[in-house]
Every structure is written in structure tokens, then in C-alpha cells.
């Protein structure tokens, strides 16, 4: 699995779009980009995840650039509630289930 | 809430001792996939079972074991255990359907701390 690289930590205004990034450059053209986050210490939660067109849903947007060398997760609006660790793992869906966890972004939302 | 769960949520116990951790799955997953987050190694993972068979290992330790039994639930067995087993332990499912993409659906955890 390609390995990914985010910032440490990001902050972001309440009711802003919050803009996650991640580079993936060493991607293959079977691995799809997910992303999961994690608040406090629950289990991580299950974003949304794309190959290479852009994919919203009701919890996010992904961007994935054309080279599919990175991709952005975007947070429309912004609550307090979306403060947490925010993993970017790029995985294989054939014989590779497991998900590979980095060090993921740390998102404070502010009032 | 992602439909997996597990029990016990907390568990305190001693060193040397041996503790089961349990995980139901969302209903018709078949896969089921222990994780360990630990504060020195993040979230990892440790093996996964599919329809009963284990399906693939990560960094688990001998010391560890985990099945599957034919109501889909899992256990995970940790024996002997160290202060530095010490962790909250995830359980995540998937349909493995083969149709789409397979997303896994984490529980809430059970937080493991040995005294």
C-alpha cells in the first residue's frame, strides 16, 4: 500500500470549509484513497474513499488531482463536533484488507 | 453508530493474566478485523477473519490469538499480558460481498489496562 502524507495538525473556524490534505505519490492505479477519522478515542469512523473522480456524500468531499498524486478531504461547514484525528490511507482492495493507519491530521474546530 | 459492537468496554486487570474481547459484527459482515491503538504505535492492525477462516495477520503477538466462531462474532484472547498491552482494541467489519469497494465499520473499542 502507498504510504501518505499529512500535516500534524490543522485548525479551521466554525461554519468554514475545512480543507484536509493529503499527498499519495507513490499511488498505483488499483488503490483507492479513504479516509476515516477518529474523535477522542472512539473507533474511527468511516469518511468516504474514491479511485479517481471526485466523490461527495453527505459527511464530506473528496478531490482527487488529476495525477492522482494527492487529494483534498473537504468539510463544507465545519462544527465543533468534527474536532478529531483525520486518517488519509490509500489501500488495494485485493489481497490487502487490512487499512494502514499514518499519523493522520489533527483538526481543531474553533467557535 | 457504525453497528459493531463490543464488550467489555473497559477491562482493568493484572499482569500475567489472560482476558477475552469480544466483537458482533454488523449484521451479514462476514470479515472481522482486530486493531490495536496504543499511545507509542498508533492504530494497528492485527488480524482478520473471514466467514470463520482467518484471513490475514499483521503484528500480532504470540501470545495473542482470536477466532471466529459460525455466528460470525469474534473473540480476541490476549494471555500473559504485559504493561505494555495496555491499549484500547478495535474491532471493524466489512461485507467483503466482492461487489464495490469494502469499507470497514469500526466499533467503539475496548480500552485494556494492565496494572
Known amino acids: 500500500d502507498a504510504k501518505t502524507t499529512q500535516p500534524p495538525s490543522m485548525d479551521c473556524a466554525e461554519g468554514r470549509a475545512a480543507n484536509l490534505p493529503c499527498n499519495h505519490s507513490?499511488?498505483?492505479?488499483?488503490?483507492?484513497v479513504y479516509w476515516y477519522r477518529q474523535i477522542h478515542s472512539q473507533g474511527p469512523q468511516y469518511i468516504i474513499h474514491g479511485l479517481k473522480n471526485n466523490e461527495t456524500n453527505e459527511m464530506a468531499s473528496l478531490i482527487i488531482t488529476e495525477d492522482r498524486k494527492s487529494s483534498t478531504l473537504i468539510l463544507p461547514h465545519a462544527t465543533l463536533r468534527d474536532t478529531a484525528v483525520y486518517y488519509c490511507?490509500?489501500?488495494?482492495?485485493?489481497?490487502?484488507?487490512?487499512?494502514?493507519f499514518g499519523t493522520g491530521t489533527r483538526l481543531q474546530v474553533f467557535p | 453508530d457504525s453497528g459493531v459492537t463490543q464488550t467489555p468496554k473497559h477491562l482493568i486487570t493484572a499482569t500475567g493474566q489472560r482476558v477475552t474481547l469480544r466483537c458482533s459484527p454488523r449484521?451479514?459482515?462476514?470479515?472481522v478485523y482486530w486493531y490495536q491503538q496504543s499511545l507509542d504505535q498508533g492504530l494497528q492492525f492485527l488480524i482478520q477473519y473471514y466467514n470463520g477462516e482467518e484471513r490475514a495477520k499483521g503484528n500480532i503477538l504470540e501470545r495473542f490469538s482470536a477466532q471466529q466462531f459460525p455466528d460470525l462474532h469474534s473473540e480476541l484472547n490476549l494471555s500473559s499480558l504485559e504493561l505494555g498491552d495496555s491499549a484500547l482494541y478495535f474491532c471493524?467489519?466489512?461485507?467483503?460481498?466482492?461487489?464495490?469497494?469494502?469499507?470497514?465499520?469500526f466499533g467503539p473499542g475496548t480500552r485494556l489496562t494492565v496494572l
Open positions: 449484521s451479514g459482515d462476514l470479515s
Open positions: 471493524a467489519s466489512s461485507d467483503r460481498s466482492g461487489e464495490g469497494t469494502d469499507t470497514q465499520y
Open positions: 507513490t499511488i498505483s492505479g488499483n488503490e483507492y
Open positions: 490511507i490509500v489501500r488495494a482492495l485485493i489481497n490487502t484488507d487490512k487499512l494502514i
